[in-house]
Structures are given as structure tokens and as C-alpha cells.
């Protein structure tokens, strides 16, 4: 017989408001669903100090050669591969810097994998990596998970930072991180669904985490995103638009100086703006780990607001 477990999480608790929602009409189990969902934001909210805290020492870390590691089981895990994935083409991330590991591996993303989540040594297995200086963030609503628990604490004897986000302030993993962010959502419009307010903090969590980090390492310029990876035509418009509404210039200017940086935005960008070729503007970049805003108050530019883009022709 398999063993069991009782989790002692608010997650775990029977949400008083929703218990008839077996009988209401599809609309009004939306309004209950989307009135939940609406009380996130703002519990998010009441950690971004300690998060503010772990984004600069994650910036630290990367500027240092090391990476950021996300370890979770289920909803938690999956989200984590999603964040992680979604930095390539965003940001141009290189391959790497931030790494998800769920419990079961591929072949639990789509399918349930027995006993993974519950199985303390393969999260210690999948901790193996990391290096002293990395980051290790571990994801678990119930603040129990002994995936999470064991790569947190393996973690940490490495030398690594730690950090546990969770739904539950009491969490039993919290022993082993550095930095707890609490989410406080409290109980779930289905008793025990944490795919929903609490899966939704913690994608809020890891999107918030992983932007601002990505800003703070100079890979967006104002509020564009200047190292996105055209990989489709969507994105090759996007490309010039960027260029556009940084600079002010028309499609052609802006695709000519895309062609002279070898369709490079980031070198492209900067030398329109601060009226140098591409090269200059190239290695004004690489000198200054890849802050456009930074290069371009070192060839004399002005960093602030972008121009308004001219109309297209």
C-alpha cells in the first residue's frame, strides 16, 4: 500500500465561499473563479521586497559567470519551465544562465510521474550542478515538497543562495532557503487545486523575477526589448518597429542600420542613436556587459525617454 501524507497548508483548506460552486451556472463559477484570481496581485505584492532582494542577488551572481536554478514538482514545476524557456526568445538568454528542473523530468510536463515529487534524493541528484554563488529557487504551493527540499538543501551545502517560493508562511522547506517568499493566497476556490491562486502567484513570482532581472543585465534599453531573437516574421517586424520607436526614424533608416549591424538590434540601436557605425557601437556594448543605455552615455548620448516614432512611409 502506498504511503501518505497530510498537508497542513492553507492551499490544503475548504474555501467557505465557494462550497455551492458545484450548482452554480457556468458564468457565475467564472465570476467566483476571476473574483479569487483578483486577490493575487495583491498578495504578490506583499513579498516584492524580499524578491527585490533576490533579483540583485541573482544579477550579482550571473555577472559573476554563475546561473539561476528553478526546482519544482507538478503546476510548480512546470511553470518554472516555462519562465525559463520563454528567456531565450525574449531576451536572448544564452543557454544555461537560468535552468529548470521538475521533478520527473520531461516526461512528467505533459504526463503525472508517481512519486517523483515525493522523492527528497532526486532533487539532491538534480542540485548536483550547481556551484558555489548560483541561485536555487525552489517552487512548492504547499511548502512541503521533498523534491524541493532536498535539491534546496543540497543546494546549500554547495554554496548556493537559496530561496523558496510558496503559498504557505509555515512551510516545512523553508529550513533550507535563504530568502522565503510567502505568497499568502490562502485557500483555493477547489480545495486543493493550486494550479489556480497559487500556481498564478507563482508564474506572477518567476515573470517578475526573471524580467526585472533580464532589465537590470542591460538586455532591454528604456522599455523595449533589444535583445529579442527574430526567429519569425512577427518578430522581425517587431525588430524594426523597436528600432522606430527608439530613434524616431522611418522603416527604411531602420532597416538599413540593421543591415549595417548584420541584423543585430542591439549595435544597430546604438548607432543610430548616438551617430557611430556599427562596429563602435558593437564594442561600446561589449565593454559595458551589454547595457545599451550604459554605451551610449560613454560615446556622449542622452540616456532618457525614447523620441516619438515617425509615421510610417
Known sequence: MSSEVTVDAPTEERHQGTTSI????????????NAEDATVAGAVSEVLPDLALLVDRAVES???????????????????????????????????????????????????VENVEDDADLGREEAEALRPGDIAIGLTASGRTPFVAGALARARELGAVTALV????????????????????????????????????????????????????GRTWSNLMVDVVATNAKLRGRVVRILREATGADAEQARRALDDADGE??????????????????????????????????LGGQVGA????????
Open 22 to 33: 458545484d450548482t452554480h451556472t457556468s458564468l457565475d463559477i467564472l465570476r467566483a473563479l
Open 62 to 112: 550571473l555577472r559573476a559567470g554563475g546561473a539561476v536554478h528553478y526546482f519544482g514538482a507538478g503546476t510548480s514545476g512546470r511553470l518554472a519551465v516555462l519562465d525559463a524557456a520563454e528567456l531565450r526568445p525574449t531576451f536572448n538568454a544564452p543557454a544555461g544562465l537560468v535552468v529548470a528542473h521538475h521533478a520527473g523530468g520531461p516526461g512528467a510536463l505533459l504526463e503525472a
Open 166 to 217: 510558496t503559498a504557505n508562511p509555515d512551510a516545512e522547506v523553508a529550513v533550507h532557503a535563504d530568502l522565503l517568499l510567502a505568497v499568502r493566497t490562502g485557500p483555493e476556490a477547489l480545495t486543493g487545486s493550486t494550479r489556480l491562486k497559487a500556481g498564478t502567484a507563482q508564474k506572477l513570482v518567476l515573470n517578475s523575477f526573471s524580467t526585472a532581472v533580464m532589465i537590470r543585465l
Open 265 to 298: 538590434l542591439k549595435p544597430a540601436l546604438l548607432s543610430m542613436l548616438a551617430g557611430v557605425d556599427a562596429t563602435t557601437a558593437r564594442d561600446a556594448i561589449a565593454v559595458h556587459d551589454g547595457s545599451v543605455a550604459h554605451a551610449l552615455a560613454s
Open 306 to 313: 525614447p523620441p516619438t516614432p515617425s509615421p510610417e512611409r
